[in-house]
């Protein structure tokens, strides 16, 4: 049974610290998201890559976060300095292609705290 | 730009009663419309979606959905619920579908009472 892994599940860190969430797609996916979950905004979308390459980031605090694909099997989220409100739930999904009928696959989140 | 709107936060249920999550939606166009269910630490896993023809849609685990063009709402339904489905219930529209990223409601805990 195909799933989208993420890494670690959980994070604890201090203020300042760089954090880095993994996440590795189904295998033939194409298409990867980074979403973010609060309790005050829900889920939210920060960004995503087909073919490795962004397509949109605009969801994203530039100045601190960045998200990168390096090979088509992971993709990573980086927060560096990280703050207090970065504290949620991060879920990658992996879609298979850029149909509309696409489902999108998400895996089982990386709780962030941030202290 | 496309909004979701999930009125009720919490829903409670008695085990065995029918079940209705509610989901306005703000689009210009025809949309595609998602339920995403959350269960406690998990991931989101899709319950059904709605892109054209037929208004009632079929999912997993004996849930429907219909799409209401005139209302703006694509409503969750269950005839009768089971004890399992106690969890987050999300409704998501796309501009492309799954395609590109999705916006979601702040979703409806579904609290099942014995």
């Known amino acids: 049974d195909a799933r989208v892994t993420q890494t670690p599940r959980h994070k604890v860190t201090e203020m300042g610290q760089e954090v880095t969430m993994r996440c590795q797609p189904i295998?033939?996916?194409?298409?990867v998201f980074w979403y973010r979950q609060t309790m005050m905004q829900g889920l939210e979308l920060l960004a995503y890559?087909?073919?490795?390459?962004?397509?949109?980031d605009s969801g994203m605090p530039k100045d601190r976060f960045s998200a990168e694909m390096p090979d088509a099997t992971l993709a990573t989220l980086k927060i560096q300095p990280s703050e207090p409100r970065d504290s949620a739930v991060y879920f990658c999904?992996?879609?298979?292609?850029?149909?509309?009928?696409?489902?999108?696959?998400f895996g089982p989140g990386t709780r962030l705290t941030v202290l | 730009a496309q909004s979701v709107t999930q009125p009720d936060i919490h829903i409670t249920v008695s085990e065995g009663a029918s079940l209705e999550l509610r989901c306005n939606y703000s689009?210009?166009?025809?949309?595609?419309l998602f339920w995403y269910v959350q269960s406690p630490g998990q991931g989101l896993q899709l319950l059904l979606k709605?892109?054209?023809?037929?208004?009632l849609v079929q999912g997993i685990k004996g849930f429907e959905a219909e799409f209401k063009r005139s209302q703006s709402s694509f409503n969750l339904r269950k005839p009768s619920v089971h004890w399992s489905d106690a969890a987050e219930y999300f409704c998501a529209v796309g501009a492309s579908g799954g395609a590109d990223g999705l916006t979601f409601g702040k979703g409806t805990h579904l609290i099942i009472q014995p």
């Open positions: 689009y210009g166009a025809t949309p595609y």
């Open positions: 709605y892109f054209s023809g037929d208004t």
């Open positions: 890559f087909r073919n490795r390459a962004p397509l949109d």
């Open positions: 295998l033939g996916h194409n298409t």
């Open positions: 999904a992996s879609g298979p292609g850029h149909r509309s009928t696409d489902t999108q696959y």
